[in-house]
């Protein structure tokens, strides 16, 4: 279960609540881990978080871009 607020991205883990990390937020947006790697390089974890939260989901787009052809 995800719960998601203005301050905090939280996962519900074996009965437990946690932070997702910056690299789960990518996943979730459709970013691939070589993407995530090469951003945190010159990246915080603020950054990186706000990166995924101000992105458009990759397999969204991708899916939209097939249906325009």
Same mark, same amino acid.
């Given at each position: 279960?995800?719960?998601? !607020?203005?301050?905090?991205? #939280? =996962?519900?883990?074996?009965?437990?609540? %946690?932070?997702?990390? @910056?690299?789960?937020?990518?996943?979730?947006? /459709?970013? @691939?881990?070589? +993407?995530?790697? %090469?951003?945190?390089?010159?990246? !915080?974890?603020?950054? #990186?978080? %706000?990166?995924? /939260?101000? =992105?458009? =989901?990759? @397999?969204?787009?991708? +899916?939209?871009?097939?249906?325009?052809?």
């Amino acid at each position: 279960m995800l719960f998601i !607020s203005w301050e905090r991205i #939280l =996962s519900l883990h074996q009965n437990r609540i %946690r932070r997702l990390t @910056p690299k789960e937020t990518w996943r979730l947006q /459709g970013f @691939p881990d070589w +993407a995530f790697e %090469r951003a945190r390089q010159v990246n !915080s974890d603020t950054q #990186l978080y %706000r990166q995924a /939260g101000n =992105s458009v =989901s990759v @397999p969204v787009i991708f +899916a939209i871009a097939q249906r325009l052809k």
